[in-house]
């Protein structure tokens, strides 16, 4: 794909985030319809829905040939990533959506040929949005992030989960090491503040390739890195562990939780 045409999607992308933001703003002014999927901690609203659906209209409208893979359905279609694919996550953190009306992110990632080419975080309710083009560096609300530098675990701020720990208590050793522990409820907002340098890792042992493909695009770019939970490659197909860190964390992090 040239760069014409990814300067033209991302404008889209960026456009239609912020357009879509802008409607989550003023349907929180209503009364929101608020159903469980697979458990009852599982929450979906009428607004995910819609935000996902304005999405499939924008793309089928301006790039017919694209596809979507969004976490409310469109999902099911999608069993490659061979062409351009925008993996969407309309509303991620829903839980913080409806709970606190805050910390809550729109989740874009295009993908083309399975590689990722543009990340968008949309933090809605602080109008701070991530953006970044592959080789053209990561932003946040148009001011470039700094490359990640090294530092030690003792400094770092970590993420994840109370629930994690007790799938694993090897994480109680990051706890005890670890400067501060924090926990938003949100895959794609803290991957973005991994990448901004505000968490210097973050782990969930559950996650959809819409939670994390948008915070993935602009992770790559400040050179941070991104695995499962065990340091193998992200597929963007299934869901799986994550694991995202400051590249020097990553590496020291993988060795103490194998205890070597
Ligand atoms: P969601 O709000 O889009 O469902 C919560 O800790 C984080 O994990 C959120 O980013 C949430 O995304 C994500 N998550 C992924 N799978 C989940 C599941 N089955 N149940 C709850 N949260 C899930
Ligand atoms: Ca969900
Ligand atoms: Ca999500
Ligand atoms: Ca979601």
Same mark, same amino acid.
């Given at each position: 794909?040239?760069?014409?045409?990814?300067?033209?999607?991302?404008d889209?992308?960026?456009?239609? !985030?912020?357009e879509?933001?802008?409607? $989550?703003?003023?349907?929180?002014?209503?009364?929101?319809s608020?159903?469980? =999927?697979?458990?009852?901690?599982?929450?979906?609203? @009428?607004?995910?829905?819609?935000?996902?659906?304005?999405?499939?209209? =924008?793309?089928?409208?301006?790039?017919?040939?694209?596809?979507?893979?969004?976490?409310?359905?469109?999902?099911?279609?999608?069993?490659?990533? !061979?062409?351009?694919?925008?993996?969407?996550?309309?509303?991620? +953190?829903?839980?913080?959506?409806?709970?606190?009306?805050?910390?809550?992110?729109?989740?874009?990632?295009?993908?083309?040929?399975?590689?990722?080419?543009?990340?968008?975080?949309? @933090?809605?309710?602080?109008?701070?949005?991530?953006?970044?083009?592959?080789g053209?560096?990561?932003?946040?609300?148009?001011?470039?992030?700094?490359?990640?530098?090294?530092m030690?675990?003792?400094?770092?701020?970590?993420?994840?989960?109370?629930g994690?720990?007790?799938?694993?208590? =090897?994480?109680?050793?990051?706890?005890?090491?670890?400067? +501060? $522990?924090?926990?938003?409820?949100?895959?794609?907002l803290?991957?973005a503040?991994?990448?901004?340098?505000?968490?210097?890792?973050? $782990?969930?042992?559950?996650?959809?390739?819409? @939670?994390?493909?948008?915070?993935y695009?602009?992770?790559q770019?400040?050179?941070?890195v991104?695995?499962?939970?065990?340091g =193998?490659?992200?597929?963007?197909?299934?869901?799986? !562990?994550?694991f995202?860190?400051n590249?020097?964390?990553?590496?020291? $992090?993988?060795?103490?939780?194998?205890?070597?």
């Amino acid at each position: 794909m040239n760069d014409d045409t990814l300067q033209q999607i991302y404008d889209h992308a960026v456009q239609w !985030t912020r357009e879509a933001g802008k409607y $989550i703003r003023e349907k929180m002014k209503e009364s929101i319809s608020v159903s469980t =999927k697979a458990n009852q901690d599982d929450l979906v609203t @009428d607004v995910d829905r819609a935000v996902e659906r304005f999405f499939q209209e =924008k793309i089928a409208a301006s790039f017919p040939h694209h596809r979507l893979m969004g976490e409310e359905g469109s999902y099911e279609a999608i069993k490659d990533l !061979t062409g351009t694919v925008w993996i969407l996550d309309p509303i991620d +953190g829903t839980v913080n959506f409806v709970h606190q009306e805050r910390y809550f992110a729109i989740s874009l990632g295009v993908f083309t040929e399975g590689h990722g080419v543009i990340g968008i975080v949309y @933090d809605v309710m602080n109008d701070e949005l991530f953006t970044a083009q592959e080789g053209k560096g990561a932003f946040v609300n148009g001011q470039e992030l700094a490359k990640l530098s090294e530092m030690n675990l003792n400094e770092s701020i970590l993420s994840f989960n109370a629930g994690w720990i007790l799938k694993d208590r =090897k994480l109680e050793m990051l706890v005890e090491e670890a400067r +501060g $522990i924090r926990s938003y409820g949100a895959a794609a907002l803290e991957i973005a503040y991994v990448a901004a340098g505000r968490l210097d890792a973050y $782990i969930s042992f559950h996650l959809a390739p819409w @939670d994390i493909a948008g915070g993935y695009v602009i992770l790559q770019e400040v050179g941070g890195v991104a695995t499962d939970y065990s340091g =193998k490659e992200l597929t963007f197909l299934h869901k799986g !562990t994550f694991f995202a860190a400051n590249p020097y964390l990553h590496k020291k $992090i993988l060795q103490l939780l194998r205890g070597s």
